[in-house]
T-cell receptor, first 115, second 112 residues
Framework: QKEVEQNSGPLSVPEGAIASLNCTYS??????FFWYRQYSGKSPELIMS????GDKEDGRFTAQLNKASQYVSLLIRDSQPSDSATYLC???????????????FGQGTILTVHP | EAGVTQFPSHSVIEKGQTVTLRCDPI?????LYWYRRVMGKEIKFLLH????????ESGMPNNRFLAERTGGTYSTLKVQPAELEDSGVYFC??????????FGPGTRLTVL
């Protein structure tokens, strides 16, 4: 079992729709959760971070965390063609300092928003 | 504020040669990380510096890889000798505390 799993997609949604991206993780010690957006050939760009159960909203983006079920999701409302990219889920396990700072990534979900 | 920068953006070398990658973190960030993405796989952690000290190097694949961070500023990652399986994109990231981390554009390494 992979430590962080994402559906690789591609996920295709029409412009204006809600895109839903999901991620599950295996380590219950995971403390911090991140969504990065990566355009082809570019650096991963941090778009959301979430540290506690529930929802966190930032503009058109909402991150949802459920530690009991070990999943984290990202919703993109009013999707735009410019949102077309690979979305990376990353998890940080801070277990007494032995994994301090290390991010574990999923393989990424390719999102395509078509006009 | 300048972001994380990496040099070179692309390197093509032959098997057995040496390559040195450089990363300049965001100013004031004590934490510096190296990650690697090989084709078709997820981004994987290589190591973590806090200032000039190696905090965690559990992801370094073998002793052909040497990372340094002299003076706690920029870092270099040397691969010597390079093998075919070392091909991939090497990312550097930096942060003030452990998270969140901000990534550089990466160096695409191709070993022929």
């Amino acid at each position: 079992q992979k430590e962080v799993e994402q559906n690789s997609g591609p996920l295709s949604v029409p412009e204006g729709a809600i895109a839903s991206l999901n991620c599950t993780y295996s380590d219950r010690g995971s403390q911090s959760f991140f969504w990065y957006r990566q355009y082809s050939g570019k650096s991963p760009e941090l778009i959301m971070s979430i540290y506690s159960n529930g929802d966190k909203e930032d503009g058109r983006f909402t991150a949802q965390l459920n530690k009991a079920s070990q999943y984290v999701s990202l919703l993109i409302r009013d999707s735009q063609p410019s949102d077309s990219a690979t979305y990376l889920c990353a998890v940080n396990v801070n277990a007494g300092g032995t994994s301090y700072g290390k991010l574990t990534f999923g393989q990424g979900t390719i999102l395509t928003v078509h006009p | 504020e300048a972001g994380v920068t990496q040099f070179p953006s692309h390197s093509v070398i032959e098997k057995g040669q040496t390559v040195t990658l450089r990363c300049d973190p965001i100013s004031g960030h004590d934490n510096l990380y190296w990650y690697r993405r090989v084709m078709g796989k997820e981004i994987k952690f290589l190591l973590h510096f806090v200032k000039e000290s190696k905090q965690d190097e559990s992801g370094m694949p073998n002793n052909r890889f040497l990372a340094e961070r002299t003076g706690g500023t920029y870092s270099t990652l040397k691969v010597q000798p390079a093998e075919l399986e070392d091909s991939g994109v090497y990312f550097c990231a930096s942060s003030q505390v452990s998270v969140p981390q901000y990534f550089g554009p990466g160096t695409r390494l191709t070993v022929l």
